[in-house]
Nanobody, 121 residues
Framework: QVQLVESGGGLVQPGGSLRLSCAAS????????MGWYRQAPGKQRQLVAT???????NYAGSLEGRFAVSRDNPKNTVYLQMNSLKPEDTAVYYC???????????????WGQGTQVTVSS
C-alpha cells in the first residue's frame, strides 16, 4: 500500500504565501516523478508543477515565477512554495507521484486526497 498525505493548505490573503507538503509512505521501492495539480470549482484538474528525482522541473507556464516545486528524496516528500497568491489560485491542490512499490516491478501513479487553498481578503 502506498499513500500520499498532503498538508499546508488553508486561507490566505491576496499577495500572501503558502507552502504545501506531500509525503509518500508505505511499501515503497522507489519514487519517480512527484508534483502538484489543482482543481478549481467547475474546472478540470490541471498541472501546477512536477519534479523528477534528478531535480528537473516542469511548470504550468503561467505559474512559474510565483510557484516553486522542490523535493526531499530521502523523505519521499514534495513541496510547493506558493508566493504572491491571487484569488484565481483558489482550488483544491492534489499531490501526485509515480511510485514503484516493493512488491511490484512497475511504477504506478498515486494521488493524495487534496488540500484546499483559498485566497481571499
Amino acid at each position: 500500500q502506498v499513500q500520499l498525505v498532503e498538508s499546508g493548505g488553508g486561507l490566505v490573503q491576496p499577495g500572501g504565501s503558502l507552502r504545501l507538503s506531500c509525503a509518500a509512505s508505505g511499501s515503497i521501492f522507489s519514487v519517480g516523478t512527484m508534483g502538484w495539480y489543482r482543481q478549481a470549482p467547475g474546472k478540470q484538474r490541471q498541472l501546477v508543477a512536477t519534479i523528477n528525482s534528478d531535480g528537473s522541473t516542469n511548470y504550468a507556464g503561467s505559474l512559474e515565477g510565483r510557484f516553486a516545486v522542490s523535493r526531499d528524496n530521502p523523505k519521499n516528500t514534495v513541496y510547493l512554495q506558493m508566493n504572491s497568491l491571487k484569488p484565481e489560485d483558489t482550488a483544491v491542490y492534489y499531490c501526485y507521484a509515480t511510485v514503484r512499490p516493493r512488491d511490484n516491478r512497475y511504477y504506478s501513479g498515486y494521488w493524495g486526497q487534496g488540500t484546499q487553498v483559498t485566497v481571499s481578503s
